[in-house]
């Protein structure tokens, strides 16, 4: 079985800075694409930022030259580092993976439970 365990949340004033880990776990044959969404009360989840295996990464506009996404593949693990927060940034961020784990023996998308990040003004 596969789990994504993300830890880094909380809360933090405007302009200060967090980071968000998400560790997968279990019988994981190969991980693809790796990144967090968030979803603010009343809106849809978004993709924030990805990054694939080969190391390509994607921002939301709204995140370019604040957020880092970065991954250590030895340890299945994906890190955003946010920095000059806002209190838009204010919402429940999500970790996702696509894993092959040994069971299914084909791609899955993986979510973790969510991280609280709050920040404000």
């Known amino acids: 079985q596969v789990q994504l365990v993300e830890s880094g949340g909380g809360l933090v004033l405007a302009g200060g800075s967090l980071r968000l880990s998400c560790a997968a776990s279990?019988?994981?044959?190969?991980?693809?694409?790796m990144g967090w969404y968030r979803q603010a009360p009343g809106a849809q989840r978004e993709l924030v930022a990805a990054?694939?295996?080969?190391?390509?990464?994607n921002y939301v506009e709204s995140v370019k030259d604040r957020f880092t996404i970065s991954r250590d593949n030895a340890e299945n693990t994906v890190y955003l580092q946010m920095n000059s927060l806002k209190p838009e940034d204010t919402a429940v961020y999500y970790c996702n993976a696509q894993i092959t784990s040994l069971r299914r023996g084909a791609p899955f998308n993986y979510w973790g439970q969510g991280t609280q990040v709050t920040v404000s003004s």
């Open positions: 990054i694939n295996s080969g190391g390509r990464i």
């Open positions: 279990g019988s994981i044959f190969s991980i693809n694409a």
